[in-house]
């Protein structure tokens, strides 16, 4: 068997997230499916290296499949660009080790977050930015963002509920970039529970409004509680970056 | 009465282009006029700077209407910002003097437009570029896009018929920039014929892929027969960028 590799990106705009749910649903993981399988004549699963929300893009998102078909890569890669609809391509495609395992073997992930600080909105970046239509203070953001830097429990960030399983992860680093009235919060961590980027945004953008203060979010995490926290920010503004193996 | 200028962005993807035809279709003169009509309470009629394609985009178009509302611009402002679609944006509305017509007055217009030219389509921005997916001889469409500026008829560039019309324009200037992937064509001129640009891409893409030569372009526009030139590159490319007057 082979163990191929996948990097892909897709808009992620008009679909349930990655990950394959009922089957009548519209899932990234779903449409790549169907084309492996009808490319190669086998029933293939594709293992994606995590789940995202509803409306979240990604612009370098991994999955491997296991195949026996004796297609070159380059030409699976034709055969996807043809078969897949306009909003997922996949970038490339490669041969890896059988062991390779895109969710078990993520060591971090980079998420970045557009925020469209205009007073109006970016009628070409409207289904790509956040708008927020209003100046943010950056430096208390990024004071925010440090408090946040390290392995904590983000408990307070996630809206996954009464689960056993351990919330404590770490962040290696926050960096909030601002390009004319676009601003880019980007977020590399070992792991992510759900929705815990959207809603460290919206934290972070709380404190750029000045609704919270740096010290407010150190308060936030030591309450352990989602109420304590920001808001959802919005699905769109997301993108899964990069994976880090 | 008063005259207002109105620079407007839309993304073109949905559109039959800028001007009113029949009262169904859907054109950005259609939406803007609706709204300015229920906003002032009058019969709102907008002057655009010229015609768009189907499925043109624009930056920075250029309108303006009359009337005898007493609204301030910033309450013109946010009101059309809350009742046009999202792909449609009025980014600033000035009063000006009586005599300003944003057709008659235009003294050049500049057009961009974009093609990817990597191997596969780029999810993101798929709605406004042309996917050709091979590299295009930048020297040699540099060396035919000097051909076409300066003042020449340009009867082989248009899909206008037998029209007793003029068909003599200036091109002050083509410029062609590559960035990574990203082709970006602007063309600056006094006056553009019905699909006039998208021609003058059709025909240059031709050069940079080998099809045609440099000296080829000047037999084009000799011969002033439509069929000489090259296709009719893809509305989505392109962008009115701004309007000089």
């Known amino acids: 068997m082979r163990n191929l590799k996948m990097t892909i990106a897709f808009d992620g705009s008009k679909y349930k997230g990655w990950q ?3 089957d009548n649903d519209l899932t990234i993981q779903g449409k790549i499916e169907a084309v492996l399988s009808k490319m190669t004549g086998e029933d293939i699963q594709v293992v994606g290296c995590g789940r995202t929300d509803s409306g979240v893009h990604a612009e370098n998102y991994i ?3 296991h ?9 699976m890669l034709d055969y996807l660009y043809e078969y897949l609809p306009e909003d997922i391509g996949v970038k ?3 041969d890896v080790a059988e062991r390779f395992h895109a969710r078990y073997n993520v060591k971090s992930k980079t998420y970045v977050y557009r925020v469209n600080t ?3 909105r970016d009628v070409f970046n409207r289904k790509y930015t956040y708008h927020i239509a209003e100046k943010l203070n950056l430096v208390e953001m990024k004071k925010a963002s440090e408090v946040l830097v390290g392995s904590h429990d983000f408990k307070s ?3 996954l509920r009464n689960s056993d399983k351990s919330t404590i992860r770490t962040i290696n680093y926050i960096n909030i970039i601002e390009k004319k009235d676009l601003l880019e919060i980007e977020v590399n961590g070992n792991g992510f529970l759900w929705n815990m980027v959207r809603i460290i945004v919206g934290t972070l953008i709380e404190v750029g409004k000045g609704n919270l203060k ?4 150190e ?6 509680k989602r109420w304590e926290a920001g808001p959802l920010a919005q699905a769109k503004g997301l993108f899964l970056r990069d994976v880090q193996y």
Chains 1, 2 share one sequence.
Do not use: G, Y
């Open 20 to 22: 394959k749910q009922k």
């Open 63 to 65: 999955a491997n499949f």
């Open 67 to 75: 195949t026996k078909s004796t297609f070159s890569t380059s030409r």
């Open 92 to 94: 490339s495609i490669d």
């Open 118 to 120: 205009h007073k109006f």
């Open 157 to 159: 960030f996630t809206n």
């Open 214 to 217: 740096p010290v407010d979010v």
């Open 219 to 224: 308060t936030i995490l030591n309450e352990k």
